[in-house]
C-alpha cells in the first residue's frame, strides 16, 4: 500500500504550504551549477502540483522566490527570472488542462517587466478556474508582507478614511497578501533544513510543520502524500486539551 492509499480523503488539508529547498545542494552532488538544481526543480513542481490538484486540495503555496534572495549572485537571480517566465509560458496549457487558478503573493513590482507581464498573462488566463489554487510567493517576504500591511492602514488613516475604535486580527488580516485564501494547515520543508525563513509568520500560527531530507529535484507527489499522511496522525488542538475535542 502506498501513501496515496493512505490519505483520508475526508480530513485533507486546505491550503498546504511549501519551502522548496535544495535545488543547489543537489545540482553540487550533480556536479552541476545550481542553476541546473533550479531547472529540475521546474519538475518536482508539476508532479506535486499535479499531486495536489488530483487530491482536491483548494490552495497550495510555493516559497518560489524570496525577497533575501535577491542578494544571491546576478547570474543565479537573472536564470531564475528567466525560468519562471519560460515555465509560466510552457505550463500555461497544463493550468488549463487541469483546471488549475494561478495566483501570486508578494512584491511583485520589483519583478522583472518581462515576469510581471506573463505572470499577468497566465493569472488572467486562469482566473475563472475552479479547481486548485497555485499560489506563488515572488519576492516574498513575512516581514516585508506585515509591514506593508501596516503601512497600507496609516495610509488610511493619512487620507482620514474610518477605521474600527480596535483594530483586530480579522481586520489586520484583510491587509495580508494572503487575505482571500484560508491559513495554511500544513507547511512542508524539504533538504532537512528546519527554519521557516521568513515564510507567512503571521498566518502558520497554528500550522503543523513537516521536514523533509528530501532535497526539492527528488521531492515527488508521493512524498507529498506522505506528508498529509503524517499531518492527518497529528491532534490539532489550537491550544485546548484533548479531551475537550472529544
Known sequence: MGWRDKIDMKRLPQ??????????????KQGQIRTFGHQVGVKAVKDVVEGAAELGISFL???????????????????????????????????????????AIGDISSLPEKCQNKLADT????????????????????RWEILSAVNQIIEKVKKGETLPVEINEHYFKNFLCTAIMPDPELLIRTSGEKRISNFLLWQIAYTELFFSEVLWPDFTRNDLFQAIVDYQQRERRFGVISEQLA
Do not use: C
Not at 491550503?15 to 553540487?28: L, P, S, T, Y
Open 15 to 28: 491550503h498546504i504550504a511549501i519551502i522548496m529547498d535544495g535545488n543547489g545542494r543537489w545540482a553540487k
Open 61 to 103: 503555496t510555493l516559497y518560489t522566490f524570496s525577497t533575501e534572495n535577491w542578494n544571491r549572485p546576478a547570474s543565479e537571480v537573472t536564470a531564475l527570472m528567466e525560468l519562471l517566465v519560460d515555465t509560466m509560458h510552457e505550463e500555461t496549457p497544463t493550468l488549463i488542462k487541469n483546471n488549475v487558478k494561478l495566483a
Open 123 to 142: 493569472i488572467q488566463v486562469t482566473a475563472a478556474h475552479t479547481g486548485l489554487t497555485l499560489v506563488l510567493a515572488l519576492s516574498y517576504s513575512s
